[in-house]
Nanobody, 126 residues
C-alpha cells in the first residue's frame, strides 16, 4: 500500500511558475512508476507526465512538453512537477499517481495506476 499526498497548488498568473510535490509513504516498490494527471472542469482526467525507474523513462504530454518537468527525490520518496510558463488552459486539479513497474505502453493511461493522491488545485488566471 502507498499513500500519496500532493501539495503546492494555488492561484498563479499566466506565464508564472509553480511546483507541485507528491510525498509518498508505504512500499517503495509501489512507486516504481509515478505520474501526474490533471482534470479540468467538464473534462476527462488526462496524462501530464510520468517517470519510471530503470530508464530514464520520462514522458510528457505534448501540451506541456518544454514547460513542465518532473523529478524525484528518492531519499524523501517524493515526486515533483515543476510547471513554468503556465497558461489558463493548465487550470485543473492535479493528481499524483503511482504503481509498480508498468510497461511503457501503459504509462500514459490512468486506469493502470493503482494509487492516487487527493489532488491539488492549480488555477492560472490574471
Amino acid at each position: 500500500q502507498v499513500q500519496l499526498v500532493e501539495s503546492g497548488g494555488g492561484l498563479v498568473a499566466p506565464g508564472g511558475s509553480v511546483r507541485l510535490a507528491c510525498k509518498a509513504s508505504g512500499r517503495t516498490e509501489d512507486t516504481y512508476t509515478m505520474a501526474w494527471f490533471r482534470e479540468a472542469p467538464g473534462k476527462e482526467r488526462e496524462f501530464v507526465a510520468c517517470d519510471r525507474r530503470g530508464g530514464p523513462y520520462t514522458y510528457y504530454a505534448d501540451t506541456v512538453k518544454g514547460r513542465f518537468t518532473v523529478s524525484r527525490d528518492s531519499a524523501e520518496n517524493a515526486f515533483y512537477l515543476q510547471m513554468n510558463d503556465l497558461k489558463p488552459e493548465d487550470t485543473a486539479v492535479y493528481y499524483c499517481a503511482s504503481h509498480r513497474r508498468l510497461i511503457l505502453s501503459a504509462l500514459r493511461e490512468a486506469s493502470h495506476y493503482g494509487y492516487w493522491g487527493q489532488g491539488t488545485q492549480v488555477t492560472v488566471s490574471s
